[in-house]
């Protein structure tokens, strides 16, 4: 079977400080994972995803992930905070065997003027 | 190219009633999947529709179904609403299910049941 495990439900920085979202993973075959974002009132938009190529992978707004199949880990990370990146954000894995998305509980991004 | 979309976007129910959501895939996109999203349980997957056949199925009761159109429209169905069913409803289309396709959300369906 296949999870992932956010770390922290809230997350608070101050703007320009650096972000990093925990996101733990649990996968018996090679994962494909996806870093979500979602704003208030709207669904989901993909941040970044990694699917077995470079283990760093870029994504829109400046984000970044690594993946680190040691650590099972693929957290989320931006030099430097803006307002708008306050959001909820989920980490979700791919599982094959029913084409589905299995989310994490999400993590809550405040930013602090 | 437009993205997915979801009608109605908010949905106010009673306990009892039944409700119907619909989806419109991107244009070319042949699977569609649902997701619950509550605040106790997270982002749940509901079912996932290709070719108009269901062929994924999530940890739900009966009263939850769907369906998918020839032109890959797909709607969802809940009969004899209960409060607990108060969610956003996310629809997400995909190119196909041969090989990962990424898939694109819409902005969701917020039911409300009093």
């Known amino acids: 079977a296949q999870s992932v495990t956010q770390l922290g439900s809230h997350v608070s920085v101050s703007e320009g400080a650096l972000v990093l979202l925990r996101c733990n993973y649990s996968s018996s075959v090679p994962p494909y994972l996806f870093w979500y974002v979602q704003y208030p009132n709207q669904g989901l938009q993909l941040l970044l995803k990694y699917t077995s190529a470079a283990t760093l992978v870029k994504g829109i707004n400046g984000f970044e992930a690594e993946f680190k199949k040691s650590e099972t880990s693929f957290h989320l990370t931006k030099p430097s905070a803006h307002m708008s990146d306050a959001a909820e954000y989920f980490c979700?894995?791919?599982?094959?065997?029913?084409?589905?998305?299995?989310f994490g509980s999400g993590t809550r991004l405040l930013v602090r003027p | 190219k437009a993205g997915v979309t979801q009608t109605p976007r908010y949905l106010i129910k009673t306990r009892g009633q039944q409700v119907t959501l619909s989806c419109s895939p991107i244009?070319?996109?042949?699977?569609v999947s649902w997701y619950q999203q509550t605040p106790g349980q997270g982002l749940q997957f509901l079912f996932e529709y290709f070719s108009e056949t269901q062929r994924n199925k999530g940890n739900f009761p009966g009263r939850f179904s769907g369906r998918q159109f020839s032109n890959s429209r797909s709607e969802m169905n809940v009969s004899t609403l209960e409060l607990g069913d108060s969610a956003l409803y996310l629809c997400?289309?995909?190119?196909?299910?041969?090989?990962?396709?990424?898939?694109?959300f819409g902005p969701g369906t917020r039911l409300t049941v009093l």
């Open positions: 979700a894995v791919f599982a094959w065997s029913s084409y589905k998305l299995i």
């Open positions: 244009s070319g996109h042949r699977s």
């Open positions: 997400a289309s995909s190119l196909s299910q041969q090989d990962y396709n990424e898939q694109f």
